[in-house]
């Protein structure tokens, strides 16, 4: 079955960017009608949606965050990968990937596979 | 964007008891409210999309609701398993965006 794992440093410096990648395993990035996308969890708060990519290669992005975040598709690797840039210690959090499904026959998704989430704090 | 007003934030409840736990829409999501389910040092796990289609693999006991811009989230009959923190999402628009959540607990 498919399995996404998120990688990438636990800690960035404050106005650095950001790099996170999630690999997927037991299936093809690009096979099916899928989102892929990110999200992340201060600690102790909710969830916030931070951006996905289709495997169209089109993208979403929270209008909050879109000024600094980049979101790719590496079909090589069967992976993607998150990008923000000029972090603060706002963006510290535990960060998730997870895969969209959409239903209703529409583009409106459920995400029905996450990874495991990777802590990412920023501080000097 | 899209607020979704979830309620009550915590709750404790006796095993075999029925709870409810229900959101609410700042306005039109046409059903595409999904039900999370996150217990804790875990990712999220989908129980519900679209209102009222059970993920495979979830407990019968999960059910959903809808009443126009209000949703309900339903474990009939409640087991030391379900102590978790559960949301809603909506997924009509860009943003999407959670509920604040209700932790569940067992008395």
């Known amino acids: 079955q498919v399995q996404l794992q998120e990688s990438g440093p636990g800690l960035v410096k404050p106005s650095q960017t950001l790099s996170l990648t999630c690999f997927v395993s037991?299936?093809?990035?690009?096979?099916?009608?899928?989102?892929w996308v990110w999200l992340r969890q201060p600690a102790g708060k909710g969830l916030e949606w931070i951006g996905r990519i289709y495997t169209s290669g089109d993208t979403n992005y929270n209008p909050s965050l879109e000024s600094r975040v980049t979101v790719s598709l590496d079909t090589s690797k069967n992976q993607f990968s998150l990008k923000l840039n000029s972090v603060t210690a706002a963006d510290t959090a535990v960060y998730y990937c997870?895969?969209?499904?959409?239903?209703?026959?529409?583009?409106?998704?459920?995400?029905?596979?996450w990874g495991q989430g990777t802590a990412v704090i920023v501080s000097s | 964007d899209i607020q979704m007003a979830q309620s009550p934030s915590s709750l404790s409840a006796s095993v075999g008891d029925r709870v409810t736990i229900t959101c609410r829409a700042s306005?039109?999501?046409?059903?595409?409210l999904n039900w999370y389910q996150q217990k804790p040092g875990q990712a999220p796990r989908l129980l519900i999309y679209?209102?009222?289609s059970l993920q495979s693999g979830v407990p019968s006991r999960f059910s959903g609701s809808a009443s126009g811009t209000d949703f309900t989230l339903t474990i009939t009959t409640l087991q030391a398993e379900d102590v978790a923190t559960y949301y809603c999402q909506q997924s009509y628009s860009i943003p999407q965006t959670f509920g604040g959540g209700t932790k569940v607990e067992i008395k």
């Open positions: 997870a895969r969209g499904f959409p239903y209703s026959g529409s583009y409106r998704d459920a995400l029905d596979i």
């Open positions: 679209g209102v009222y």
């Open positions: 306005r039109t999501i046409n059903n595409y």
């Open positions: 037991g299936g093809s990035i690009s096979s099916a009608t899928r989102y």
